[in-house]
């Protein structure tokens, strides 16, 4: 839900995974093409809004090790994050046990432990063309004093300077530790036009406090700016992430508002599934011993529908799951491709609906089995990460809705519609009044 909230209807281009037709983007601008005439602004892709695919969709990146919970939490956090659509993990040993990308910048205190420039008088970085060690610090000192910009924080340049020296390829800068806008972005330009000037491509920056939506368009429309102003492509691809407490309905309202994010961080309200910490289902006995067994309740959800059953996906022509179909397991006829099949709601009589399916596919399989264990080969994490993409793509729009979901409609046959409502008026008592 994370994911999706994040970047509206996932996809990926990787292998297999297509655009259902209606989202088919239109012919990308020519690369390294600029406007004549760039907004002040330019605004994320609004949610409801025109669809505007010459900009990233935002990635996610799974923060959560510190917050995770319980003795494997935040290894369980990161594998299923990944195989959920989360890009990349902060947690380093779950990426090397599962071969998972590594994403994450460095800390508050990094930046705070900085108390002026002597502390990088002598850093250097090489000079990707000759190799040849270069300072860093009389770099940045020329772009600062062409910029004008000598009112930055000193401590802050300084430990810019100290992460380049180290990360000189991957140069990501959380630059909230003191003032976001007036010494934060304009330290981590500096650093990047000198580290530019030896060959090397920064990354971005990353915001973990206050206004996302104005922030994220502020550093975007300056990173233009000095793109402009220094013939320096890689400022129009740089990554502004962001942090802070991200959870389902902030990523919707940052969509409304209009952002640049171009990837979330979420740790807390991910790891600890703080919007629902319990998982509403349970299992329920339906069969033993060859005999359909039946629970009934005053609330319909609760009524069990009896007997082994076999679960179908019918798929329109579309593309798209029109319903989930359930037969009982002796059943002879099943739904074909091509055949009418009618498809009852499981306890109101008149809801009901024909189908004609263009796919009929066959949702259970056996994995686990209790005399001889796990049977078949189990899914690789790529395998299914790629699964459930497909599925996502493959899933209406409206029954992704943050607001009003539709809802997804799960039918029986008309034999297992008519074995459940005499089950239910045998197992029912006569009441009887006097």
Not at 90 to 112: D, E, Q, R, W, Y
Not at 269 to 285: D, F
Not at 291 to 308: A, C, M, T, Y
Not at 314 to 322: K, T, V
Request: proline letters at 5%.
């Amino acid at each position: 839900r994370m994911v999706v909230a994040a970047r509206g209807q996932f996809w990926e281009q990787t292998a297999g995974a297509s655009l259902p037709r209606s989202m088919t983007p239109p012919e990308s601008p020519r690369a390294g093409a600029l406007s004549s005439a760039k907004p002040r602004k330019s605004m994320q892709l609004s949610e409801g809004g025109p669809s505007d695919f010459t900009r990233r969709k935002p990635k996610c990146v799974e923060f959560g090790l510190r917050r995770a919970q319980g003795p494997d939490g935040g290894f369980s956090a990161s594998k299923y994050s990944h195989v959920g659509g989360f890009h990349a993990t902060s947690n380093v040993l779950a990426g090397k046990l599962l071969n998972l990308p590594i994403g994450g910048t460095h800390a508050h205190s990094f930046v705070m432990s900085y108390t002026s420039l002597d502390l990088v008088q002598d850093a250097k970085v090489q000079r990707v063309d000759n190799g040849e060690m270069v300072l860093l610090l009389p770099l940045v000192r020329k772009y600062q004093a062409e910029l004008g910009w000598h009112d930055t924080n000193d401590g802050e340049m300084a430990a810019f300077i100290g992460y380049a020296s180290s990360f000189p390829n991957s140069f990501l800068c959380l630059i909230d530790t003191y003032d976001t806008l007036q010494s934060g972005l304009r330290n981590f330009i500096l650093v990047a036009l000198a580290l530019n000037d030896l060959g090397h491509t920064p990354r971005g920056i990353r915001l973990d406090s206050g206004d996302l939506s104005y922030l994220s368009l502020e550093c975007e429309y300056l990173f233009h700016e000095i793109g402009d102003r220094f013939n320096r492509s890689f400022f129009y691809d740089l990554d502004i992430v962001a942090s802070n407490d991200i959870n389902e309905a902030v990523l919707h309202s940052l969509n409304k508002q209009g952002h640049a994010i171009t990837m979330f961080g979420i740790g807390t309200n991910l790891v600890t599934c703080q919007n629902q910490p319990a998982l509403g289902c349970v299992y329920k006995l339906v069969e033993i011993d060859g005999e359909p067994r039946i629970k009934l309740s005053n609330d319909l959800d609760k009524v069990l529908i009896p007997g082994q059953k076999i679960a179908y996906r019918l798929f329109g022509e579309a593309g798209w799951p029109l319903l989930d179909y359930m037969a009982g397991i002796h059943e002879e006829a099943q739904p074909a491709v091509g055949e009418r099949v009618l498809c009852r709601h499981p306890f109101i009589e008149q809801k009901r609906v024909a189908v004609i399916p263009s796919r009929v596919v066959k949702l259970h399989s056996l994995v686990f089995d209790g005399k001889n264990g796990i049977v078949g080969e189990l899914s690789s994490i790529t395998e299914s990460r790629q699964y459930v993409n497909d599925q996502i793509n493959n899933t209406r729009a409206d029954l992704l809705r943050y607001v009003n979901p539709g809802e997804y409609k799960v039918s029986v046959s008309e034999d297992s519609f008519r074995f459940l409502h005499n089950m239910w008026q045998q197992e029912t008592p006569v009441t009887e009044l006097r």
